[in-house]
């Protein structure tokens, strides 16, 4: 007897009579009612198929002996709708999507943080975290003010509302860049000190942290995606072969973006202690 199924589980593999094309409907008129707790199709025999582009499923043939279903099912009018291979390849599609769009910003935010971490070169992206209480609202520096480096050691700050001046300075202060602003009226001005070797190595620490940090969010990209394909795997969607395949393409893609990390680490690092 074939393993019983829930009605909060609808039928997901695709049927097809003998004697008849491909359906993906199955109606309950084509079914009669034995005892109370079973359905039995009239047609002695339908071959059983799991298809899917990642690997090959097994044929399984039912023969004319009762199916058991849940006694909710009974009371359903209708039509059960079996997915389609394009379902289950849009649904798989999108995971495989979904996580890499996730693991592509958890770079862009592994490197705005390497950013932010200063070096012994001026780089307007150092100011990229400062945030400027702009009317009573906290903003970014860099979207009220243009940030430019007059040469390798200064940066200048323009506002484009000079009223802001001193709520960019005060951000400033209150930053941990460690720099000093030199507020004309007009424009502010910032003199990078020189790095002492106790510091570079204090910034290569950080730096590290939020290396693995990063490390850390790709690996829950990749797990929470292995939970979506076993999902899949419970839905009668994808195969246990299937789902393994796809783990396997999923750990390239980790191993990938972890390599993405290591190579933003070691650049900032070699930056941090360049003297």
């Known amino acids: 007897m074939a393993a019983p199924f829930s009605s909060t589980s609808p039928v997901r593999s695709i049927f097809s009579p003998i004697r008849s094309p491909l359906q993906s409907f199955l109606s309950h008129s084509d079914c009669f009612q034995k005892g109370h707790d079973c359905f039995k199709f009239r047609s002695c025999n339908f071959n059983l198929y799991s298809l899917s582009s ?84 906290p903003v970014s520096l860099k979207s009220i003010a243009q940030i430019s480096t007059p040469d390798s050691s200064s940066l200048l700050i323009q506002p484009y509302d000079k009223s802001s001046l001193k709520a960019i300075e005060k951000a400033i202060v209150n930053s941990d860049l460690g720099m000093t602003p030199n507020n004309d009226g007009e424009v502010i001005r910032m003199s990078l000190p020189q790095l002492t070797t106790e510091r570079r190595k204090e910034f290569s620490k950080i730096v590290a942290k939020q290396a693995e940090e990063g490390k850390v969010a790709v690996r829950n990209i990749r797990r929470d995606a292995l939970k979506a394909y076993e999902k899949l795997e419970k839905e009668k969607k994808l195969s246990e072969d299937n789902v393994k395949d796809l783990s396997s393409d999923l750990q390239k893609l980790t191993d990938e973006y972890m390599k993405k990390i290591d190579s933003l680490f070691k650049q900032k690092e070699k930056e941090l202690l360049t003297v």
């Open 54 to 137: 990642a690997a090959s499923y097994s044929i399984v043939k039912l023969s004319s002996k009762p199916i058991v279903v849940n006694p909710l099912l009974r009371k359903r009018v209708g039509i059960v709708r079996c997915a389609t291979i394009e379902e289950i390849e849009a649904e798989k599609s999108s995971i495989e999507k979904e996580a890499k769009e996730k693991m592509e910003k958890t770079i862009e935010t592994v490197r705005t943080n390497f950013n932010s971490i200063r070096t012994g070169r001026a780089n307007p992206a150092m100011l990229d975290k400062v945030e400027v209480e702009y009317y009573g609202t």
